[in-house]
């Protein structure tokens, strides 16, 4: 759990001491990151005990349903790294004065991102066959698309040309809609259009895949 | 519910191998297994058995033939089959940050089975396993023999009517490994029927009502282990150290097995006399011993069952 902070922990500490007006903006982030790199856990843990420990055999060769294993995980992990999340939550709220409508759009937000990165690595997960590579690829994935996109910082600093490419990322989409219902950052209404739908329908897409998946691949061939 | 608790008909299964001959690792397995038997699948590594398992067990598909699970098609129905079986996989670990308590109980919930069901059938479980003592202690920190221990009581907790078992005793010690077997016969007398694959030959022989041996994806023989033994062409068993060297005379006795300068003969007990007299006149130690499951897969196979 401690580990799962990091990042975010240190990026906060960057901004607290670089430029403490962004504060409000870091917060949002780090929540937003903090539910798109559960996908991460996801991915690592399904892998793992399916590799090591032959968690599916055992699971998936019974009554269990696919889907149900992998949503189950994806609570399993929720839960275990909720926790943390949710004293961030506390910390933002007590710094950035959340009103209530704006707190409730950050947990449907942080929500939706997570359904979309739980999706993503249970997918990925099915791909390795060597634990070694999935710590590598999986910590380099999620950091990558979470940290280098407007996430932690407004989305106004990214490159204008660039703009359509982070609003359909879910985490910046979903960070860049955060923003904008605190004020920090504006959106033109084609751009909020792009940022909604793009996360709603990429979520929806990516976790249906994930289920059609889980059932494809309960049977090797 | 059918009698038949698994019927396999030529089940083939090959891998494709990019730039090299496919792989066949089931080349028509036919078999039946009835409820409430135990039936063994014995074989060397790589004989073909896991890969039988797992496709019985609905976790890969066969390349071609017919195999069902109280009647239900296992390639065309999974989800019907699925509810009637439990696998305690090949090097299956228990989830290290559970204790051996919860990871029975948590099995069993999430197979869907009620709250006191479950804690009481845990109890029972780990009490058949041996495990009560460190029940409550991380499985991270259980030795490898506790840890399949534990892995075997997960899933005879399920009393699935169908248990598949793939080398369930595997770094027990002798003392655990029959509390499996003791289990395991408690379990069929209760109605469950268990298939396990095995490269231990005393297990197969203590525990199976019937067996398979498996090569090359075939099946060589099915019967007994008594009936296996009997197929030998004799009872008694005498190993001369030194002898491979006169094989050509001993072999009117019997089937003859050289390994090293050993010499092994099978022989019936009536001619057991007029062998011993030669081995005497030609200065050879003898030992003299019941025919085993043992010979027995050496002479159907050709190889030793630890032979690769």
Request: charged fraction near 20%; charge should be neutral; hydrophobic fraction near 50%.
């Amino acid at each position: 759990m401690a580990t799962s902070m990091l990042v975010q922990g240190v990026l906060l500490i960057f901004v607290w001491i670089l430029a403490p007006s962004l504060l409000g903006v870091a917060f949002v982030g780090a929540i937003i990151f903090s539910t798109f790199t559960m996908g991460q856990r996801v991915l690592n843990e399904a892998a793992y005990i399916r590799i090591d420990h032959k968690a599916n055999d055992l699971y998936l060769a019974g009554p269990m349903s696919p889907e149900a294993y992998f949503l189950g995980m994806s609570a399993g992990i929720l839960v275990v790294y909720l926790a943390p999340v949710v004293a961030l939550g506390a910390l933002a709220a007590a710094v950035v004065h959340f009103t209530l409508a704006q707190g409730l759009l950050l947990i449907a937000l942080a929500s939706i991102v997570w359904v979309f990165s739980a999706s993503v690595g249970y997918v990925f997960s099915t791909f390795f066959r060597d634990n070694r590579a999935i710590w590598a690829y999986s910590s380099l994935f999620f950091n990558v698309f979470g940290v280098l996109p407007p996430v932690f910082y407004p989305f106004g600093l990214f490159p204008t040309p660039l703009h359509p490419v982070a609003l359909l990322m879910p985490p910046s989409g979903a960070a860049a809609i955060a923003q904008m219902s605190l004020g920090i950052t504006h959106l033109t209404s084609g751009e909020l259009a792009l940022a909604v739908g793009g996360l709603v329908v990429e979520t929806v897409i990516v976790f249906l895949f994930a289920i059609y998946w889980a059932r494809r691949t309960v049977r090797a061939d | 519910m059918t009698d038949v608790a698994l019927r396999s008909e030529n089940l083939r299964k090959v891998y494709p191998v990019k730039g090299a001959p496919p792989i066949e690792a089931l080349a028509g397995v036919s078999l039946e297994v009835r409820r409430g038997e135990r039936v063994a699948l014995l074989g060397r590594n790589g004989a073909g058995k896991t890969t039988f398992l797992k496709i019985a067990s609905t976790l890969l598909r066969p390349t071609s033939g017919r195999i069902q699970v109280f009647g239900y098609d296992v390639d065309q129905t999974p989800e019907k089959a699925r509810p009637y079986i439990a696998v305690v996989p090949q090097e299956g670990k228990p989830f290290f940050h559970l204790t051996p308590r919860e990871q029975v109980y948590t099995y069993l919930r999430a197979r869907g089975i009620g709250r006191e069901t479950a804690k009481a059938r845990t109890e029972e479980a780990l009490e058949k396993m041996g495990l009560i003592e460190c029940a409550n202690r991380l499985s991270i920190t259980l030795s490898g023999g506790q840890r399949q221990r534990a892995m075997v009581a997960t899933v005879i907790a399920t009393e699935a009517p169908l248990l598949f078992l793939d080398e369930p005793t595997i770094g027990m010690d002798p003392f655990a490994r029959r509390s499996v077997w003791e289990s395991m016969r408690t379990l069929t007398r209760q109605g469950s029927t268990i298939l396990l694959t095995t490269h231990y030959l005393d297990e197969a022989e203590a525990l199976s009502h019937r067996l398979y041996i498996i090569e090359r994806g075939r099946v060589l023989v099915a019967g007994t282990a008594e009936d296996l033994k009997r197929s030998v062409g004799g009872t008694v068993k005498v190993l001369l150290p030194g002898g491979a060297a006169l094989v050509e005379s001993f072999r009117t006795f019997g089937s003859c097995v050289t390994e090293g300068d050993a010499l092994t003969i099978i022989v019936t007990p009536e001619r057991l006399g007029e062998l011993m007299e030669l081995a005497v006149r030609s200065k050879l130690m003898a030992t003299v011993g019941p025919v085993t499951l043992e010979e027995a897969f050496l002479r159907v196979v050709g190889r030793s069952i630890d032979e690769n």
